[in-house]
C-alpha cells in the first residue's frame, strides 16, 4: 500500500506482533510475507515519527529484509548491513520491535547496528562500504572453523562507489569465498548516485535482459518486461559480457524488483544452492510506500520526531555558513574549486553547485580519492576546498599525510559535524581530529567560537599557503552578527575574552577552543560572581600554531590552566597545550577538560555534553573542584 501520512498512534500490526524471533517468521506461508512486509511499514513509519532518524533507506528495504530473514537462519547465517541506518526493520524483525522508538534516544536502541544490542547485528557499522569485506572475513573465518554457513553482506550502490568495496570483491574471488553480496541500488546515497559506477548500473538496468536463477541453482538468461522505477522508465536486465561484477569473477544474478517479496525468497533459496563468490543485484526505491518520501528522496533521507517540542534556533547552521562563504570566495576567486564525498547537501553546497556547477565535484563516497584529487588539483595552481565530515575525514587520513601536507599543498579542509553528533552517536563523533591532524607538519588547524568567527577562519585558511583545516560543529550557530565583509585573522593569535575579578592575586586561566568558548565564559562569569579569584578567559582559536606568547604572558600570573575542548582528552587541543608549557619550562597545574576515553552511546548533543562534563554547569564543577584539591582556600 501507499501511505500518505506518518501515524501518530502505533498501528495495529497482528502478523507483525507474532513475530519476535525471525524463525517464528520462518514458520509463516510465504504468501503471508506481503501483509508482514506492509504491517512492518506501517510500524517503521509510526516508529521513526516517534524516534527522528533515518527514514527513506528504511522503507526502501522492508521487502528485503523480510526476505533475507525468512530465507537465511540467523543469526547463525551472518548479515551485514552495510552503512547500517537501513537496519530499522532488521531491528524491528529480531526481538527489539517496541523499542524501535527509543532509537537514537539515551539508553534507547543504536541508531546503527551494534554487537553488543544484538546477537542479530553481526559487525558494527556506521561508516560505508565497509560490510563486504567484513563478511568476506566471517566467511573466511567460517571456513578455517569448519563450521559453514551463509554469509550476506548488503550494500548499497552509493556505498558501493569506495575502494573498499571493490578490494574485498576482488579478494572473494581470490579466495573463492562463500559470500553472497546483495547490492541494494536505488541510485541514491544520500543524493543521487554519480560517476562511471552509477552509469554501468543504469547501463545493466536499461539492457533489456536479466540473469535468473532456477530453484535448483542454474542461471539462465531471459528478458524482463519493463517498469516504472525512481520516476524513470527502466528494464531489468544485464548483457553478461559488459558485466562488471562477472568481469571480477562473481556469479551475478540480477536485477530483480527488490520490493517483490516473493520473488526474492525464491531467489534466495536457489542462491543457497551454489557457493562461491555470489551478487544479487536487486532495484529498490528509497522512501518506498511513503507517497512524499518517494517524491522527495533527499528531503527524507532523514526525519525529525513528528511530535518534536523543540525551541527553534534561528541561528544559522554552520553548514549554511560554510556553504555562503564558499560562494563569497569563489566570487573573488577563480581558483577555487570545492570537493565533497557525496555530502553536498549536509554539507551546504547545493546553492554552490547550482551557481559554479564546472566548480563542483561529487566524487561519491570515497573519501580517500577526495583528498588526493584536492591534491592533483593544487598541483596546477588552484585552491581546492574539501568539505567533509570529521568522522570521514578519517577514512583519508593517509592520503592527508602523505598526498597533502608531506608536499605541503594549498588544500583548505572545511570538518563539519566536529565534535559529539549526539543522536548519531560513536560512528559519526568527530572526537580525533585535532589529534590526528595536530602531529602533521605544515597544518594549520583552527576552531571558532561562533558563526562569524567560523566565517573568517575559513577566509583566513583559504588564503594560507599550505594544508588548512576549520573544523567546526553540527547544527546552529549562538546567534552573533555574520560581518559579510572577510577579513583575515592574524595566524596563530588567541583572543583574551574576558578578565573577572583583576584584582586578585591568584588566577585561573580557561583556555577554551572552538565550540566549548560559550560555555566557559558562562561557567567564568558565575566562578566570578560566587568567589573571589582572578579568573581570565582565551578563545584560543588556533591549534596549531597554538599563541606561545601568549601562554608565556599568562603563565607568569596563573595558578591553574584548564583547557577546554569538544575533543577527546587524549591527544587534543589540551595535550598541545601541556606538551608546549612543558617544553617551556612553565610548571604550572593544568586540568583537560574534554571527552574521555571511551566511546559515548547516543543521545542528545545536550545530554551528551552534560555527561562529559562540558556545559557551563560541568565546566564550573571541575573547574571549581581542581582548585580545591590545590588547597587553594579562596573558593571555599
Not at 533489456?208 to 522505477?229: N, T
Not at 561519491?364 to 568522522?391: D, F, N, R, W
Not at 565564559?521 to 606568547?549: G, Y
Request: proline share 4%.
Amino acid at each position: 500500500m501507499l501511505y500518505t501520512q506518518i501515524p501518530t498512534r502505533r498501528p495495529v500490526t497482528p502478523l507483525l506482533d507474532t513475530i519476535d524471533h525471525p524463525q517464528q517468521l520462518r514458520r509463516l506461508e510465504r504468501g503471508q510475507l506481503e501483509k508482514v512486509a506492509d504491517e512492518l511499514r506501517q510500524y517503521i513509519l509510526y516508529a521513526a515519527g516517534q524516534s527522528g532518524g533515518h527514514f527513506g533507506a528504511n522503507l526502501g528495504v522492508i521487502e528485503l529484509t523480510v526476505a533475507l530473514h525468512y530465507c537465511f537462519n540467523t543469526p547463525h547465517d551472518r548479515l551485514i548491513w552495510d552503512v547500517g541506518h537501513q537496519a530499522y526493520p532488521h531491528k524491528a524483525l529480531t526481538g527489539r520491535r517496541e523499542q524501535l522508538i527509543t532509537i537514537r534516544s539515551k539508553d534507547g536502541l543504536a541508531a546503527f547496528p551494534t554487537r553488543e544490542e544484538s546477537v542479530f547485528d553481526t559487525f558494527g557499522v556506521g561508516h560505508s562500504s565497509t560490510a563486504i569485506s567484513a563478511g568476506l572475513g566471517m566467511a573466511l573465518a567460517r571456513r578455517y572453523q569448519k563450521d559453514p554457513c551463509e554469509v550476506v553482506a548488503i550494500i548499497g550502490d552509493g556505498a558501493m562507489t569506495a575502494g573498499m568495496a571493490f578490494e574485498a570483491m576482488n579478494d572473494a574471488v581470490a579466495h573463492q569465498a562463500n559470500l553472497i553480496v546483495v547490492l541494494n541500488d536505488n541510485d541514491m546515497s544520500i543524493s543521487c548516485s554519480t560517476g562511471g559506477f552509477a552509469k554501468h548500473l543504469a547501463a545493466i538496468w536499461e539492457s533489456g535482459q536479466s540473469v535468473h536463477i532456477s530453484e535448483s541453482g542454474e542461471a539462465f538468461v531471459q528478458p524482463h518486461p519493463e517498469w516504472l522505477y525512481n520516476s524513470r522508465l527502466h528494464r531489468s536486465a544485464t548483457d553478461a559480457a559488459d558485466n562488471l561484477f562477472k568481469a571480477i569473477g562473481f556469479d551475478y544474478f540480477g536485477p530483480f524488483d527488490g520490493h517483490d517479496v516473493q520473488q526474492l525468497t525464491q531467489v534466495f533459496q536457489a542462491l543457497k544452492k551454489r557457493s562461491g563468490p555470489r551478487l544479487i543485484h536487486i532495484y529498490t526505491k528509497k522512501g518506498k510506500g511513503f507517497e512524499p518520501a518517494e517524491a522527495d528522496q533527499i528531503k527524507y533521507h532523514a526525519i525529525s520526531k513528528i511530535n518534536s517540542a523543540a525551541a527553534a534556533n534561528l541561528a544559522p547552521k554552520y553548514a549554511d555558513v560554510f556553504g555562503q562563504w564558499l560562494c563569497d570566495q569563489a566570487a573573488q576567486d577563480d581558483r577555487l574549486l570545492a570537493i565533497t564525498p557525496a555530502m553536498c547537501e549536509g554539507s551546504g553546497m547545493v546553492q554552490f553547485a547550482k551557481q559554479f556547477p564546472e566548480r563542483f565535484f561529487d566524487v561519491a563516497i570515497a573519501e580517500q580519492h577526495a583528498v588526493t584529487l584536492a591534491a592533483g588539483m593544487a598541483c596546477e595552481g588552484l585552491k581546492p576546498v574539501v568539505a567533509i565530515y570529521s568522522t570521514f575525514l578519517q577514512r583519508g587520513y593517509d592520503q592527508l599525510v602523505h598526498d597533502v601536507a608531506l608536499q605541503n599543498l594549498d588544500v583548505t579542509f572545511a570538518i563539519d559535524r566536529a565534535g559529539l553528533v549526539g543522536e548519531d552517536g560513536p560512528t559519526h563523533a568527530g572526537a580525533y581530529d585535532y589529534a590526528f591532524m595536530r602531529t602533521i607538519p605544515n597544518m594549520l588547524i583552527m576552531a571558532p567560537k561562533d558563526e562569524n568567527e567560523c566565517r573568517q577562519m575559513l577566509h583566513t585558511g583559504y588564503l594560507y599557503n599550505g594544508p588548512a583545516a576549520i573544523r567546526y560543529p553540527r547544527g546552529n550557530g549562538i546567534g552573533v552578527e555574520i560581518q559579510q565583509q572577510l577579513t583575515a585573522l592574524e595566524l596563530g593569535k588567541a583572543e583574551v575574552l574576558a578578565y573577572f575579578n583583576e584584582h586578585c592575586d591568584e588566577q585561573i586561566t580557561l583556555l577554551a577552543f572552538g565550540s566549548r568558548v560559550s560555555a566557559t565564559l558562562e561557567a567564568a562569569q558565575k566562578l566570578a560572581l560566587l568567589h573571589e579569584v582572578a579568573i581570565c578567559v582565551v578563545n584560543m582559536r588556533f591549534i596549531k600554531p597554538l599563541d606561545q606568547q601568549l601562554l608565556n604572558e599568562l603563565a607568569v600570573k596563573t595558578n591553574l590552566f584548564v583547557t577546554i575542548e569538544e575533543h577527546a582528552v587524549m591527544a587534543g587541543a589540551g595535550s598541545a597545550v601541556n606538551e608546549y608549557l612543558a617544553q617551556a619550562h612553565w610548571v604550572k597545574p593544568i586540568l583537560n577538560l574534554g571527552l574521555a576515553d571511551t566511546f559515548m552511546h547516543q543521545a542528545s548533543h545536550a545530554q551528551m555534553l552534560q555527561h562529559a562534563g562540558l556545559d557551563a554547569q560541568g565546566i564550573e564543577k571541575s573547574v571549581q573542584h581542581a582548585w580545591l584539591k590545590l588547597g587553594q582556600t579562596s573558593l571555599s
